[in-house]
């Protein structure tokens, strides 16, 4: 792809974006040159599934102040103080020893991540992240991870749904998301819901995602 055909497909959905809904693009596997040009081509949120990939790429894009980095692969204990080094959103929170994990490290680092938490409506083997039962019991516990802004939910659907069903998941996260805040933490705005990828993102739109991940259709696939 040339740089004028990524300025266009950028330019093209952004386009098709409503205005409320704030664009991630994803860019694991992605090189810093074709970063740089996503940037000049408005971007500035990005996301990336890897530690040591995003270490190298941000030493590259030193020059570029204004990014926000955004973490949406899973995280492991051992690569969370690097994570949050690196990231200022982290959408892949999947677990309550990971949350509290973050929580000790950021007062340590003196940073407050934002945070979306993981979820998964149906079960999915292939996916980490939180039932809705699990999350709801695990709530006051992470309400007093008080170094971490919860922001909202994130979700990845499963493989192989028809649209309805997808949608029926990202429904399903809202309303999740909704019966988070009516317990009233202090600690959970819970306004964000990132959902959505290059296949579904129509759909999330529709069931009210604020948050869309997008890779292939910008950058194309990936090898
Ligand atoms: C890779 C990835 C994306 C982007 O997927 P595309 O289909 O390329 O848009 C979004 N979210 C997560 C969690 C991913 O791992």
Same mark, same amino acid.
């Not at 007093?144 to 919860?150: S, V, W």
């Given at each position: 792809m040339t740089s004028q055909q990524l300025r266009e497909r950028i330019s093209t959905t952004i386009s098709q974006l409503p205005s409320s809904v704030r664009l991630i693009a994803?860019?694991?596997?992605?090189?810093a040159e074709i970063i740089r040009i996503a940037y000049a081509a408005g971007i500035r949120d990005f996301g990336e599934n890897r530690i040591q990939e995003t270490a190298l790429k941000q030493a590259e894009l030193e020059? *570029?102040?204004d990014i926000t980095w955004h973490l949406i692969g899973n995280l492991q204990s051992n690569k969370a103080k690097k994570a949050l080094q690196l990231?200022?959103?982290?959408?892949?929170?999947?677990s309550l020893a990971i949350a509290q994990r973050l929580n000790s490290l950021a007062a340590e680092l003196k940073v407050s991540p934002q945070i979306c938490l993981q979820v998964k409506i149906l079960p999915d083997p292939t996916k980490f992240g939180w039932n809705p039962s699990q999350l709801l019991n695990d709530l006051p516990a992470l309400n007093?991870?008080?170094? *971490?802004?919860?922001q909202g939910l994130m979700t990845i659907s499963p493989l192989g749904l028809n649209d309805n069903q997808i949608l029926d998941v990202f429904n399903a996260t809202k309303n999740l998301a909704k019966e988070v805040k009516l317990?009233?933490?202090?600690?959970?705005?819970?306004?964000e819901l990132s959902m959505g990828m290059s296949g579904d993102y129509h759909l999330a739109i529709d069931a009210g995602a604020t948050m869309v991940r997008l890779g292939t259709i910008l950058f194309g696939s990936r090898s």
């Open positions: 994803v860019t694991k596997t992605v090189p020059d *570029l102040p990231f200022q959103w982290i959408h892949s929170v999947d007093d991870c008080n170094n *971490l802004q919860f317990r009233n933490f202090i600690n959970m705005p819970m306004t």
